[in-house]
Nanobody, 122 residues
Framework: QVQLVESGGGLVQAGGSLRLSCAAS????????MGWFRHCPGKEREFVAS????????TYADSVKGRFTISRDNAKSTVYLQMNSLKPEDTAVYYC???????????????WGQGTQVTVSS
């Protein structure tokens, strides 16, 4: 079992930056592959980025590549999503997810946080 709590969301102007954090508690964080997803009303949940347990492999959605960076600090049991050059279309609730199995872009992770709202104004 692992519990995930996201933070760092908020309101930002287009072109601005935010850093989301996802703090994990429970079983050994370093055992888990992690992902970030986002959801807008009326749309399906969308993959944003993922990172393997060691941090050695990262994957990004084309829509955020070059603007967002996923990273992790296993000593702090935390995964981050640095979001730069934000656009209004990045507005969504952002969720972190965890699983000991590697799912990459697929939303089949077994553990999910409660989400944090990101709103980008034009």
């Amino acid at each position: 079992q692992v519990q995930l709590v996201e933070s760092g969301g908020g309101l930002v102007q287009a072109g601005g930056s935010l850093r989301l954090s996802c703090a994990a508690s429970g079983r050994t964080f370093s055992s888990y592959h992690m992902g970030w997803f986002r959801h807008c009303p009326g749309k399906e949940r969308e993959f944003v980025a993922s990172i393997t347990w060691s941090g050695g492999r990262t994957t990004y959605a084309d829509s955020v590549k070059g603007r967002f960076t996923i990273s992790r600090d296993n000593a702090k049991s935390t995964v981050y999503l640095q979001m730069n050059s934000l656009k209004p279309e990045d507005t969504a609730v952002y969720y972190c997810a965890a699983d000991v199995h590697y799912f990459g872009v697929r939303d089949q992770y077994g553990y999910w946080g409660q989400g944090t709202q990101v709103t980008v104004s034009s």
